[in-house]
């Protein structure tokens, strides 16, 4: 089963609006939890990261919130650009050394 | 530049017949780690290695082999490939002296096998 879990596969957003982009975990263990961007025919690239004892987390137009009681964490865009069209994978570590994904949200942003 | 490189981009492959897929950073990165990405499941990791001869389990480690023998390599070896090992492999690596130390991926090895 699943530890980390993106519910939606895809999410279409206008430019400039607010993008919001969901991830679900079931061990309250996990240390960190990453969001990274892929583009096709690319490897995953990291975007930003929080760690379990924080709540929120900004970098630029990147905030990625984290609600522990929940197991909840999301990565806002705002404002959303064309060239953030891509799939995002949120993942958490565990124990250090391994990682888990969730599927991804494939986000498109209309010009 | 900074990178980590994986060879061959696309492979197809029979049944049975042995193959690797190479791993190499230049970034001096103690950690290095394999994953598979599969419609719907997303990015499965399935062997890790925290410096040279140190290798672990990830989450779907069953047909493939790992060695570390260099810093800078990380060969994944699938010993008798099955069509159930079709997917889209990527290697990254990683600094890991902080937890903050964020993953390198290569560019992906699409696996096919027939």
């Known amino acids: 089963d699943q530890q980390v879990k993106q519910n939606s596969p895809s999410l279409s957003v206008q430019e400039g609006r607010i993008s919001i982009l969901n991830c679900d975990y079931t061990n309250s263990m996990f240390d960190y939890f990453l969001w990274y961007k892929k583009y096709p025919a690319e490897g995953p690239t990291f975007l930003i990261s929080i760690s379990s004892i924080k709540d929120k987390n900004e970098d630029g137009r990147f905030t990625v919130f984290l609600n522990k009681s929940a197991k909840h964490l999301s990565l806002h865009i705002v404002p959303s650009q064309p060239g953030d069209s891509a799939v995002y994978f949120c993942a958490a570590l565990y124990n250090f050394n391994k990682f888990y994904f969730g599927s991804g949200t494939k986000l498109n942003v209309k010009p | 530049e900074a990178q980590v490189t994986q060879n061959p981009r696309y492979l197809i492959t029979v049944t049975g017949k042995k193959l690797t897929v190479t791993c190499s950073q230049n970034?001096?990165?103690?950690?290095m780690s394999w994953y598979r990405q599969d419609p719907g499941l997303g990015l499965r990791q399935i062997y890790y290695?925290?410096?040279?001869?140190?290798?672990d389990k990830g989450d779907v480690p069953e047909g493939y082999k790992v060695s570390r023998k260099e810093k800078r390599n990380f060969p994944l070896i699938l010993e008798s490939p099955s069509p159930n090992q079709t997917s889209l492999y990527f290697c990254?690596?990683?600094?890991?002296?902080?937890?903050?130390?964020?993953?390198?991926f290569g560019n992906g090895t699409r696996l096919t096998v027939t």
């Open positions: 990254a690596s990683s600094q890991r002296r902080s937890l903050d130390s964020p993953l390198h």
């Open positions: 970034m001096n990165h103690e950690y």
């Open positions: 290695s925290m410096n040279v001869e140190v290798t």
